[in-house]
């Protein structure tokens, strides 16, 4: 979502970047989604933390399933209103 918003208003991130909160912070600090984008930031390691060994050849513990399903809610609470205004966007509306 955040890159989505980026993109529409055409400001420029590293395509490979997964820390949340500095994207969100690529927003102008009166955007209407920074806020609760940057709240988004809890959500980075998520992005690498869960998908390798860590440097011990470990597995790392996920997380408790009841945390994810907290999450997924916070992330779908505006995932419409994020979605309309991207499109609204983009058709210049």
């Not at 945390?67 to 419409?80: F, G, K, M, N, P």
Request: charged content about 25%; some cysteine; glycine content about 4%.
């Amino acid at each position: 979502m955040i890159k989505a918003v980026l993109t529409v208003e055409g400001i420029i991130y590293p395509a490979s970047h997964h820390q949340l909160g500095v994207l969100a912070a690529l927003l102008p600090s009166d955007h209407e989604w920074r806020s609760d984008f940057s709240s988004f930031d809890a959500f980075t390691s998520f992005a690498t933390k869960f998908r390798y060994p860590t440097p011990s050849g470990r597995l790392p513990v996920n997380p408790a399933a009841s945390d994810v399903s907290e999450y997924i809610e916070e992330v779908a609470a505006i995932l419409d209103d994020v979605l309309d205004w991207c499109r609204d966007a983009a058709r210049g509306k």
